[in-house]
């Protein structure tokens, strides 16, 4: 029995298996996700997911699922499931399911009339392929399976619907089929490892529907297209391999194929090989460009995210080579001293304040991890966005004669907490904000640091006096007596917000900080008592009139919700490494224990992974993504960070 393993009585608990999700990625853009009983519960599940180029490069639904049918002494077994209208459910598969484990890749056993059959699936690695192994475990006579592909060849972000424009057609080609529903798409190649025989039966599956969806406020309900189904003879002892790739393979090498990539993967057999496995799942290198994906299902890679997760994902990986691969990617995007939050290649969009302040956290980490030569790969870069910042840039993003940055862009949210509700932000935190001033005395310090090493006098000259100046400001602005804290954001309209909100913390965690130890020591008290869960920091004090304890809704709510009391495991990274810089060896235990207290979750919501958010109330339900990139890669981060002052973690 593997770490992580359902036994029946669990998975055929529909409220139970449906909100348990799998996710698996090529590390080139594809991927694989559903439910562990194999039912698809949202418009982002899909057996086969790649983004298709001729769309710009958008991931595309290919093949949705798969009805794998047991068929003997004339009964039929189909070990399917889809959901349709008035919780219906057909076929009902999952009553056959005896186990689902996960230690190296998915695997069902399925018990039906006296057959027993496991189902494995995997995604080779940089290739859009998809493979399940079928091995007949015991059955005492020869039978007949039957599968059935159901296609949607869309958007991820859209649905389906029968339509004339499909294309019904297919093609035969060695052990199997190919077919594409519409022009410009990819062939979907549809091949076995021994001969079978397929009948040409196309058809709409009408009303399927996606109960998370309809959480969520969105449409919900779609039409897949089957062409038919593949049937072959099997008897105990065989096993067969399927394909659904976008090239034509060769079918003599697929049960080879499938063997080497299991080989290859890391077993999920621990926590902390859980956490290395969900790490690796973000990388995505394509087109020449290597990029950390934010969060599946629906992010792509986003600037801020990819700095902030990049250390964590880095321990994972070769340190340096990967970490230069990924910062020169970005570097390629900066303009103007910025980085873009989000967008394309094509279509960046640059309205974040503190992207580029992350990118010089991320460098700082490059720096001390061995990175030799940091100065010269990315001196110009790190100078930039000093230079970009003092003399000011897009956003109302400038320095005030004070040394601090105040950022000002009517109707954008220029910080991390960046939702928007009816085109208006829902915490804009417009002015000076306390983390991005953090981060900017961290930025300055960090150059003049290496300018000296450098011996860049011009750069010397115009700032080696400017930390003085951030650092005496910034206790003016932020530092209260009466209230033991920080203000969160102070701005020319509002004045001081003395919110309690996690923002302050991340001044605690930084190479350089304008705080003493008490100073710190205040911060993190306040925030133990009012922010840390055992999932992360809430994003506002429960004792806030504006605070919300559960995330949910349509998207309005939920955007408001989002940064209003919302549990974001990502801040334990700061917040426990600001513990550490405090309390040395004595705080070593509660970080272990808020850090270890992830364990739990490994069997639910994304499985093997962590959520991007948690309800601030208890128990702390799991929210958005099922798997977020800065989640996972902080809590391995603070792992590292224990091992130099503990080593028996």
Same mark, same amino acid.
């Given at each position: 029995?593997?770490?992580?393993?359902?036994?029946?009585?669990?998975?055929?608990?529909?409220?139970?298996?449906?909100?348990?999700?799998?996710?698996?990625?090529?590390?080139?853009?594809?991927?694989?996700?559903?439910?562990?009983?194999?039912?698809?519960?949202?418009?982002?599940?899909? !057996? =086969? +997911?790649?983004?298709? #180029?001729?769309?710009?490069?958008?991931?595309? /639904? *290919?093949? &949705? $699922?798969?009805?794998?049918?047991?068929?003997?002494?004339?009964?039929?077994?189909?070990?399917?499931?889809?959901?349709?209208?008035?919780?219906?459910?057909?076929?009902?598969?999952?009553?056959?399911?005896?186990?689902?484990?996960?230690?190296?890749?998915?695997?069902?056993?399925?018990?039906?009339?006296?057959?027993?059959?496991?189902?494995?699936? !995997? =995604? +080779?690695?940089?290739? #859009?392929?998809?493979?399940?192994?079928?091995? /007949? *475990?015991? &059955? $005492?006579?020869?039978?007949?399976?039957?599968?059935?592909?159901?296609?949607?060849?869309?958007?991820?972000?859209?649905?389906?619907?029968?339509?004339?424009?499909?294309?019904?057609?297919?093609?035969?080609?060695?052990?199997?089929?190919?077919?594409?529903?519409?022009?410009?798409?990819?062939?979907?190649?549809?091949?076995?490892?021994?001969?079978?025989?397929? +009948?040409?039966?196309?058809?709409?599956?009408?009303?399927?529907?996606?109960?998370?969806?309809?959480?969520?406020?969105?449409?919900?309900?779609?039409?897949?297209?089957?062409?038919?189904?593949?049937?072959?003879?099997?008897?105990?002892?065989?096993?067969?391999?399927?394909?659904?790739?976008?090239?034509?393979?060769?079918?003599?090498?697929?049960?080879?194929?499938?063997?080497?990539?299991?080989?290859?993967?890391?077993?999920?057999?621990?926590?902390?090989?859980?956490?290395?496995?969900?790490?690796?799942?973000?990388?995505?290198?394509?087109?020449?460009?290597?990029?950390?994906?934010?969060?599946?299902?629906?992010?792509?890679?986003?600037?801020?995210?990819?700095?902030?997760?990049?250390?964590?994902?880095?321990?994972?990986?070769?340190?340096?080579?990967?970490?230069?691969?990924?910062?020169?990617?970005?570097?390629?995007?900066?303009?103007?001293?910025?980085?873009?939050?989000?967008?394309?290649?094509?279509?960046?969009?640059?309205?974040?304040?503190?992207?580029?302040?992350?990118?010089?956290?991320?460098?700082?980490?490059?720096?001390?991890?061995?990175?030799?030569?940091?100065?010269?790969?990315?001196?110009?870069?790190?100078?930039?966005?000093?230079?970009?910042?003092?003399?000011?840039?897009?956003?109302?993003?400038?320095?005030?004669?004070?040394?601090?940055?105040?950022?000002?862009?009517?109707?954008?949210?220029?910080?991390?907490?960046?939702?928007?509700?009816?085109?208006?932000?829902?915490?804009?935190?417009?002015?000076?904000?306390?983390?991005?001033?953090?981060?900017?005395?961290?930025?300055?310090?960090?150059?003049?640091?290496?300018?000296?090493?450098?011996?860049?006098?011009?750069?010397?000259?115009?700032?080696?006096?400017?930390?003085?100046?951030?650092?005496?400001?910034?206790?003016?602005?932020?530092?209260?007596?009466?209230?033991?804290?920080?203000?969160?954001?102070?701005?020319?309209?509002?004045?001081?917000?003395?919110?309690?909100?996690?923002?302050?913390?991340?001044?605690?965690?930084?190479?350089?900080?304008?705080?003493?130890?008490?100073?710190?020591?205040?911060?993190?008290?306040?925030?133990?008592?009012?922010?840390?869960?055992?999932?992360?920091?809430?994003?506002?004090?429960?004792?806030?009139?504006?605070?919300?304890?559960?995330?949910?809704?349509?998207?309005?709510?939920?955007?408001?919700?989002?940064?209003?009391?919302?549990?974001?495991?990502?801040?334990?990274?700061?917040?426990?490494?600001?513990?550490?810089?405090?309390?040395?060896?004595?705080?070593?235990?509660?970080?272990?224990?808020?850090?270890?207290?992830?364990?739990?979750?490994?069997?639910?919501?994304?499985?093997?992974?962590?959520?991007?958010?948690?309800?601030?109330?208890?128990?702390?339900?799991?929210?958005?993504?099922?798997?977020?990139?800065?989640?996972?890669?902080?809590?391995?981060?603070?792992?590292?960070?224990?091992?130099?002052?503990?080593?028996?973690?």
């Amino acid at each position: 029995m593997g770490y992580i393993n359902f036994e029946k009585s669990k998975l055929v608990n529909l409220e139970y298996s449906l909100s348990r999700e799998i996710i698996r990625t090529n590390r080139a853009g594809s991927y694989s996700s559903t439910t562990i009983i194999g039912c698809n519960t949202r418009k982002y599940h899909g !057996l =086969l +997911v790649c983004p298709v #180029e001729n769309f710009g490069g958008e991931r595309y /639904v *290919l093949l &949705s $699922s798969l009805d794998v049918t047991v068929l003997k002494n004339d009964q039929s077994f189909n070990t399917g499931i889809r959901k349709y209208a008035g919780d219906y459910f057909s076929p009902k598969g999952h009553k056959y399911i005896e186990n689902f484990d996960v230690e190296t890749i998915p695997s069902r056993i399925i018990r039906v009339g006296g057959v027993i059959l496991e189902h494995e699936r !995997l =995604l +080779v690695h940089y290739e #859009e392929q998809y493979l399940a192994r079928f091995t /007949v *475990l015991e &059955s $005492s006579e020869p039978m007949k399976l039957q599968i059935r592909p159901f296609m949607a060849f869309r958007n991820i972000h859209e649905l389906t619907h029968a339509n004339m424009d499909a294309n019904t057609k297919i093609e035969f080609i060695r052990n199997g089929i190919k077919a594409r529903l519409y022009e410009g798409f990819p062939y979907l190649h549809m091949q076995f490892s021994k001969n079978v025989e397929f +009948v040409h039966v196309p058809d709409w599956y009408l009303g399927v529907e996606y109960p998370e969806e309809q959480k969520r406020g969105y449409d919900y309900s779609e039409d897949l297209f089957t062409p038919g189904f593949f049937e072959l003879d099997v008897t105990k002892g065989d096993v067969i391999v399927f394909s659904a790739s976008t090239k034509e393979e060769k079918v003599t090498g697929l049960k080879t194929k499938f063997t080497k990539t299991v080989n290859g993967k890391i077993p999920r057999n621990s926590f902390i090989n859980c956490l290395r496995n969900a790490a690796q799942q973000f990388v995505e290198k394509r087109n020449g460009k290597t990029l950390i994906i934010a969060g599946y299902h629906w992010f792509g890679s986003w600037g801020r995210d990819t700095f902030i997760a990049l250390p964590g994902i880095a321990l994972t990986k070769d340190k340096l080579a990967f970490y230069r691969e990924v910062l020169d990617t970005q570097v390629e995007k900066m303009k103007d001293g910025l980085f873009p939050n989000m967008g394309s290649f094509d279509n960046p969009a640059y309205n974040s304040v503190d992207a580029s302040l992350w990118f010089t956290w991320s460098v700082q980490k490059y720096f001390e991890n061995g990175g030799k030569d940091t100065w010269e790969r990315y001196g110009e870069a790190l100078k930039s966005v000093v230079y970009a910042y003092s003399k000011g840039t897009e956003f109302g993003i400038q320095m005030r004669e004070n040394g601090l940055i105040y950022a000002d862009a009517p109707g954008k949210s220029l910080t991390w907490m960046d939702a928007v509700v009816n085109g208006e932000p829902v915490t804009q935190r417009k002015g000076f904000a306390v983390e991005v001033n953090a981060l900017w005395y961290n930025a300055v310090c960090f150059a003049i640091e290496l300018a000296q090493m450098a011996n860049d006098r011009k750069f010397l000259k115009d700032y080696e006096s400017l930390p003085e100046l951030i650092k005496t400001s910034f206790h003016e602005m932020f530092c209260s007596l009466e209230t033991g804290y920080m203000a969160d954001y102070v701005n020319d309209d509002e004045g001081a917000n003395f919110f309690i909100r996690p923002n302050m913390i991340i001044a605690t965690s930084l190479p350089y900080t304008m705080l003493n130890k008490d100073e710190m020591k205040r911060i993190l008290d306040i925030a133990d008592k009012e922010l840390v869960t055992p999932r992360g920091l809430r994003t506002l004090s429960p004792g806030n009139k504006f605070y919300k304890g559960t995330y949910g809704g349509n998207q309005e709510e939920r955007d408001t919700a989002y940064h209003n009391g919302t549990v974001w495991p990502w801040l334990l990274g700061p917040f426990c490494e600001g513990l550490l810089k405090v309390y040395g060896n004595l705080g070593v235990q509660k970080v272990k224990k808020l850090i270890n207290g992830f364990e739990e979750v490994m069997d639910e919501h994304g499985i093997t992974t962590i959520s991007e958010i948690y309800d601030g109330d208890p128990p702390h339900a799991p929210n958005g993504t099922i798997s977020q990139a800065w989640s996972v890669a902080e809590i391995l981060r603070i792992i590292d960070l224990l091992e130099k002052y503990d080593s028996n973690i």
